[in-house]
């Protein structure tokens, strides 16, 4: 949100068009995809991400998880 203000954007309305939106379509992911193993790896790959904070492994466990958005990278 920092890059958002420094950009001169309103952090109000990048929140409602950008993260709300991909929000979402995480949270229908996951109640499609909901199980022990899928909530197994979100606690591991959380760890593994602190670990390893340039890891990938996010989209190579669960490649059907929608896409960030690029102005959220």
């Not at 001169?8 to 709300?20: A, V």
């Not at 340039?54 to 929608?66: A, G, N």
């Amino acid at each position: 949100m920092t890059n958002v203000k420094q950009r001169g954007d309103d952090p109000m309305q990048f929140y409602k068009q950008q993260i709300y939106p991909y929000k979402g379509k995480v949270e229908l992911w996951y109640q499609q995809h909901q199980s022990l193993y899928t909530d197994f790896m979100i606690l591991f790959i959380t760890a593994w991400v602190i670990l390893f904070p340039d890891s990938d492994i996010l989209y190579k466990v669960f490649p059907t998880l929608p896409p960030k958005p690029t102005t959220l990278q």
